[in-house]
């Protein structure tokens, strides 16, 4: 079948994957501060090849565990 593409339809209900700067955005943080918690393993992520990505789930937890008092 030469010269034909197969298309993947976009669900947006699907849990898509941010990327360092949307995962800024999300928390509202600098990107320096997503990239140190990656650094620190502090956060859940997944590598993409060289890319980092973020479940909005993962993010979530990061901050109850943050905000969740001693």
Known sequence: MA???TSR???PHAEA???VPEAAVYLS???RF???IVAERRVAFHKVGRY???RRADLDAFVQR???PY
């Open 29 to 31: 943080v600098p990107e």
């Open 34 to 36: 997503i990239r140190r």
């Open 17 to 19: 994957y941010l990327s």
């Open 52 to 54: 980092v990505r973020f």
């Open 3 to 5: 010269g034909s593409t």
């Open 66 to 68: 943050v905000d969740t």
């Open 9 to 11: 339809q976009f669900d």
